[in-house]
Each structure stands twice: as structure tokens, then as C-alpha cells.
């Protein structure tokens, strides 16, 4: 019973296409969040949902927009995709709400982007 | 601003000996610190975390790690490496100025040999 999970797990496109990654929980947590892992393995948050409000927005390109249609649910869209965009994202979750600063956050198992 | 350094890009240790894996943070407030490893082409498994009380925190599979306030460390530690135990380690803290970010260090690999 998969905890938090992404679809797809691999996604291989070409330059200027425009591509969505799907994120679901299902642990009840009321924030989500994205993660960009490049190819040194460097992990650095794009964003952070908290009931479906943007609440973190970490100086990225208008081209990745994410959208919560739900607390449960974080998808992240992206606009004319260009080859730098190859990384891993990765979504997560946590009960915000709960924990407060002390909350962990549980991570999907990734999704790998290849921009040809 | 919070930060945090693993300044061991990679660890060797050999089946059974002792492992640590080093960690130092900077923050503003009082730290709150995470561990988390990476086995290959899975998401991050959280292994434990730091946020008052005793500075010695034990985790999951055997894992511990030890708070050290006035070397602002955090290093993971297990006492008998396994094999299975390969894989990448990451650091990560949240301060209570920043409190909605967890940044990660950059990542230590483990390689434990038989």
C-alpha cells in the first residue's frame, strides 16, 4: 500500500514539449511538496502545498507550474521542457498540520526526466 | 540562513566494522536535523531525526546518530556495517526561522565491502 506515489516513473521527451508529473498520498497529510534531484544527486525544494495553498516557491521558471486539485493529490506541470530540466522529482508529504517544524516528510520513489 | 555539509563524498567501511557518516548544519534558531538514505533508483527513506531531548537518537535498521550541540554535528552512526546498508545518505535540517524548508547536504555514499 504505497505511501506516496508518482506516476510516471520514467518520462523521456523531446526539447519544447510540454510534460505533467502526477503525485498522490494517501497518508492523510495536509502538505505536499517537490523536489528537484540533479545529476550529482544535489535534492533542492521547488515547492511546498499546504492545503492546496503554495506556500514555498523556491526561484524556479515559470514553466513548472504545480497544481493541487486536492490535498492528497500535487502535480507538476512543465512548460516547454529544455534539456537542463533532465533531473529526478521527487514529491512528498507531511502532516504540517501535526508536527509542525518537526514533521517528517515522506518521499515518492522519484520520477526520472530525459529531455532529448 | 540554515545550511548543512556532509564532507565525506564517499565512505568505505568493511562488513561488521563500526560506520559514521558526518554531518554539520549552521542555522539561525534551534536545529531540527533528519537523516535520510537513498538506495539506487528509490526515493529517500527517512531514518530519523533530532528535535530536543537526549542527543543520541536512535533510528531505523540500527542506525543511530549523535547530536553535538557545540560542534554543530550530527553524525549517523551504526556499530556493525552491512552489506545491504550501501547506498546514499542524506543530511538535512530545518530551522525555526525557515521553518517551511528542509535542506539537504549534498549526499555521502556509502559503500560497505564484504
Known amino acids: 500500500d504505497t505511501a506516496v506515489s508518482q506516476t510516471p516513473k520514467y518520462l523521456v521527451t523531446q526539447m519544447g514539449n510540454d510534460k505533467s508529473i502526477k503525485c498522490e498520498q494517501n497518508?492523510?497529510?495536509?502538505?505536499m511538496y517537490w523536489y528537484k534531484q540533479d545529476s550529482k544527486k544535489f535534492l533542492k525544494i521547488m515547492f511546498s502545498?499546504?492545503?492546496?495553498?503554495?506556500?514555498i516557491n523556491e526561484t524556479v521558471p515559470n514553466r513548472f507550474s504545480p497544481k493541487s486539485p486536492d490535498k492528497a493529490h500535487l502535480n507538476l506541470h512543465i512548460n516547454s521542457l529544455e534539456l537542463g530540466d533532465s533531473a529526478v522529482y521527487f514529491c512528498?508529504?507531511?502532516?504540517?498540520?501535526?508536527?509542525?517544524?518537526?514533521?517528517?516528510?515522506?518521499f515518492g520513489p522519484g520520477t526520472r526526466l530525459t529531455v532529448l | 540562513a540554515q545550511s548543512v555539509a556532509q564532507p565525506e563524498d564517499q565512505v568505505n567501511v568493511a562488513e561488521g566494522n563500526p560506520l559514521t557518516v558526518k554531518c554539520t548544519y549552521s542555522?539561525?534558531?534551534?536545529?531540527?536535523l533528519f537523516w535520510y538514505v537513498q538506495y539506487p533508483n528509490r526515493g529517500l527513506q527517512f531514518l530519523l531525526k533530532y528535535i530536543t531531548g537526549d542527543n543520541l537518537v536512535k533510528g531505523s535498521y540500527g542506525f543511530e546518530a549523535e547530536f553535538n550541540k557545540s560542534q554543530t554535528s550530527f553524525h549517523l552512526k551504526k556499530p556493525s556495517a552491512l552489506v545491504s546498508d550501501s547506498a546514499l545518505y542524506f543530511c538535512?535540517?530545518?530551522?525555526?526561522?525557515?521553518?517551511?524548508?528542509?535542506?539537504f547536504g549534498t549526499g555521502t555514499r556509502l559503500q560497505v565491502f564484504p
Open positions: 512528498a508529504s507531511s502532516d504540517y498540520r501535526q508536527g509542525g517544524i518537526t514533521d517528517t516528510q515522506y
Open positions: 538535512a535540517v530545518r530551522d525555526e526561522e525557515e521553518a517551511d524548508k528542509l535542506i
Open positions: 542555522v539561525s534558531g534551534n536545529p531540527y
Open positions: 502545498y499546504n492545503n492546496k495553498e503554495l506556500i
Open positions: 497518508l492523510g497529510h495536509d502538505t
